[in-house]
């Protein structure tokens, strides 16, 4: 069965250090997702593209976030700095299109000290 | 604007007791659907969807959801639910050109 990648799944640091987070889509899948989960605010989309092409990131705090994907295998998610409140579990989906199930990978875990 | 509801945070059922768990939208046009499980530490599965067509659809481990337009529901069911199926459970509706958007999730309790 195909399916997304994260990695790393689980990371911890200290505030204030760069975090990258990678995923790896599926093979035909034109659109990828940024999802962030905490207990508090529950599943909330943070980016989104559409064949490598951002559409939405309004869901990311623009200070500090930034979402790319440098090619159609590799989707990231990086935190500079990081703060305390970002700790969460982010999760990456690919689909074949917007309206199409997502497919969610594992989730990376990130705790910042 | 489009949202998405699940009424229920929490339910608990007994082992081997029916389960209906609830979802509704607004916006009026006509939407795609989905139900999603989460179990603890993992990414969210797909349950089953709805495009069009037959408004009772089959999904894995054996759920069942309806689509009611009249009610602007989806909700999900199970005759017999299992210790296992205990996770949270998400609503997801999808309109043409758009996101999906989802609900808050339902975590669902199983009582032996």
């Known amino acids: 069965d195909a399916r997304v990648t994260q990695t790393p799944r689980h990371k911890v640091t200290e505030m204030g250090q760069e975090v990258t987070m990678r995923c790896q889509p599926i093979l035909g899948h034109n659109t990828v997702f940024w999802y962030r989960q905490t207990m508090m605010q529950g599943l909330e989309l943070l980016a989104y593209?559409?064949?490598?092409?951002?559409?939405?990131d309004s869901g990311m705090p623009k200070d500090r976030f930034s979402a790319e994907m440098p090619d159609a295998t590799l989707a990231t998610l990086k935190i500079q700095p990081s703060e305390p409140r970002d700790s969460a579990v982010y999760f990456c989906a690919s689909g074949p299109s917007l309206n199409q199930p997502q497919h969610f990978g594992d989730g990376t875990r990130l705790s910042i000290l | 604007a489009q949202s998405v509801t699940q009424p229920d945070i929490h339910i608990t059922v007994s082992e081997g007791a029916s389960l209906e768990l609830r979802c509704n939208y607004s916006y009026g046009a006509t939407p795609y659907l989905f139900w999603y499980v989460q179990s603890p530490g993992q990414g969210l599965q797909l349950l089953l969807k709805y495009f069009s067509g037959d408004t009772l659809v089959q999904g894995i481990k054996g759920f069942e959801a309806e689509f009611k337009r009249s009610q602007s529901s989806f909700n999900l069911r199970k005759p017999s639910v299992h210790w296992s199926d205990a996770a949270e459970y998400f609503c997801a509706v999808g309109w043409r050109g758009n996101k999906l958007v989802f609900g808050a999730g339902t975590i669902l309790r199983v009582k032996s």
């Open positions: 593209f559409r064949n490598r092409a951002p559409l939405d």
